[in-house]
């Protein structure tokens, strides 16, 4: 049965015009909580998005999406833009990760191993409920922008990722290297 679902869980772009349960979302949390993490940390905290927030982050998104593919002021820049506002809302649920930084080299590559496991998680149970995730670490949880509109601290938290969530309107195939090819064995 776990085979199966780490199987299933395959990365989410496109979901269904359909809304979730804010209780399924609580239960990936709950979910990624129970990640291993050295010491106890607990470095991960979650940044559940409504509707008002969606729509300030989705300026942010788009804004830095046109920036990247087209001149500022021009037509393509435009439609660039509005093209990149209609796909952040087609994503029925969003959550942020962040990472309480720790002054300790050693416990930061740590502890973003532990917010990775806990990802994992997150996107395990979410599978067990039919949806799909998409992790993504585009520039949007770099900007300052994004920090000022959540109140995030960029001293004592760095957001590690945006998970895209709901049902997917499409399978994505993916295939891996056989174990053979990725392991060596020794005597
Ligand atoms: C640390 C990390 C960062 C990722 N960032 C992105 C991203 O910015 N955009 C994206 O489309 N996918 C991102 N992904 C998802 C990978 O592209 C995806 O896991 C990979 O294509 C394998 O597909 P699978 O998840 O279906 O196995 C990220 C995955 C990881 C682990």
Same mark, same amino acid.
């Given at each position: 049965? +776990?085979?199966?679902?780490?199987?299933?869980?395959?990365?989410?772009?496109? +979901?269904?015009?359909?809304?979730? @349960?804010?209780?399924?979302?609580?239960?990936?949390?709950?979910? !990624?909580?129970? !990640?291993?993490?050295?010491?106890?940390? #607990?470095?991960?905290? +979650?940044?559940?998005?409504?509707?008002?927030?969606?729509?300030? %982050?989705?300026?942010? =998104?788009? /804004?830095?999406?046109? @920036?990247?593919?087209? #001149? $500022?002021?021009?037509?393509?820049? *435009?439609?660039?833009? /509005?093209?990149?506002?209609?796909?952040?809302?087609?994503? $029925?649920?969003?959550?942020l990760?962040?990472? %309480?930084?720790?002054?300790? $080299?050693?416990?930061?590559?740590? @502890? =973003?191993?532990?917010?990775?496991?806990?990802? *994992?998680? +997150? *996107? %395990?149970? !979410?599978?067990?409920?039919?949806?799909?995730?998409?992790?993504s670490?585009? $520039?949007?949880i770099?900007?300052?922008?994004?920090?000022?509109?959540?109140?995030?601290? &960029? #001293?004592?938290?760095?957001?590690?990722g945006l998970l895209?969530?709901? =049902?997917?309107?499409? @399978?994505?195939?993916?295939?891996?290297? &056989?174990? !053979?090819?990725?392991?060596?064995?020794?005597?």
């Open positions: 049965m +776990f085979k199966k679902l780490v199987r299933q869980r395959r990365t989410a772009y496109q +979901f269904l015009d359909k809304s979730l @349960d804010k209780d399924l979302v609580n239960q990936c949390i709950d979910a !990624a909580i129970w !990640a291993p993490n050295h010491g106890l940390t #607990e470095p991960w905290r +979650f940044f559940v998005l409504g509707n008002q927030t969606k729509q300030s %982050l989705m300026t942010i =998104y788009a /804004q830095l999406r046109a @920036d990247k593919r087209a #001149e $500022p002021g021009s037509e393509e820049h *435009q439609t660039i833009y /509005q093209k990149a506002c209609q796909r952040f809302l087609a994503n $029925p649920a969003m959550v990760v962040g990472q %309480l930084k720790s002054s300790n $080299p050693v416990t930061y590559k740590e @502890d =973003y191993a532990a917010c990775s496991c806990a990802i *994992q998680n +997150f *996107q %395990l149970m !979410a599978t067990e409920f039919g949806l799909g995730v998409q992790w670490t585009g $520039p949007i770099e900007a300052n922008e994004t920090y000022s509109i959540l109140k995030i601290n &960029p #001293e004592e938290i760095e957001l590690i895209y969530m709901g =049902y997917p309107s499409c @399978d994505s195939n993916q295939i891996r290297k &056989p174990v !053979a090819e990725v392991t060596q064995y020794y005597p």
